[in-house]
T-cell receptor, first 113, second 114 residues
Framework: GESVGLHLPTLSVQEGDNSIINCAYSNSASDYFIWYKQESGKGPQFIID?????DKRQGQRVTVLLNKTVKHLSLQIAATQPGDSAVYFCAENMRGGYSTLTFGKGTMLLVSP | NAGVTQTPKFQVLKTGQSMTLQCAQDMNHNSMYWYRQDPGMGLRLIYYSASEGTTDKGEVPNGYNVSRLNKREFSLRLESAAPSQTSVYFC?????????????FGSGTQLSVL
């Protein structure tokens, strides 16, 4: 079954707002997490990653927060722009399975001008 | 650098036909992967190749075969296409096994099986 899931399938925000996309994971042994962005008609593009020995990691306009206690991952996008409109996927490296990533179903982010 | 290149971008097959999806990467990555993406679902792993000369099944391997032709190329073959294989297929690569690092994805192949 799906171990990585998202709370909101679609998130609509206004340009300039901050966006928060959430992800729940069920495998407490996973120790590496990634967020990908997928624009229409394109392949997923890496945004940011975080290892389980960290709680927070910042990139350019993006921040990933990891709460291992409740097995929750979030992606924060500051000053959201129309170009941020896309589907966002979280992924984890589930231990004991394939040596690759397990992806969540994705959240659509819609940014209005 | 082109990154990960997939061909073709679009393909329509009739049930029972066969075809091969091609993938090549120019980043000198050791590991390569094939995923499928269906509406409302995340990416699901079909097969992967941790290194040249090795291939392993992923989550949904039935109906597919793969060949790691060399370090650069990893092909996916549908021997007898079925409507259930209508999907968007993505090839990806990484330096080593993606347990600790990001994947680089191609732009995808949209396949329809009638």
């Amino acid at each position: 079954g799906e171990s990585v899931g998202l709370h909101l399938p679609t998130l609509s925000v206004q340009e300039g707002d901050n966006s928060i996309i959430n992800c729940a994971y069920s495998n407490s042994a996973s120790d590496y997490f990634i967020w990908y962005k997928q624009e229409s008609g394109k392949g997923p593009q890496f945004i940011i990653d975080i290892r389980s020995n960290m709680d927070k990691r910042q990139g350019q306009r993006v921040t990933v927060l990891l709460n291992k206690t409740v097995k929750h991952l979030s992606l924060q996008i500051a000053a959201t722009q129309p170009g941020d409109s896309a589907v966002y996927f979280c992924a984890e490296n589930m231990r004991g399975g394939y040596s690759t990533l397990t992806f969540g179903k994705g959240t659509m982010l819609l940014v209005s001008p | 650098n082109a990154g990960v290149t997939q061909t073709p971008k679009f393909q329509v097959l009739k049930t029972g036909q066969s075809m091969t999806l091609q993938c090549a990467q120019d980043m000198n990555h050791n590991s390569m992967y094939w995923y499928r993406q269906d509406p409302g679902m995340g990416l699901r792993l079909i097969y992967y190749s941790a290194s040249e000369g090795t291939t392993d099944k992923g989550e949904v391997p039935n109906g597919y075969n793969v060949s790691r032709l060399n370090k650069r190329e990893f092909s996916l073959r549908l021997e007898s296409a079925a409507p259930s294989q209508t999907s968007v297929y993505f090839c990806a690569s990484s330096w080593e096994g993606a347990t600790n690092e990001k994947l680089f994805f191609g732009s995808g192949t949209q396949l329809s099986v009638l």
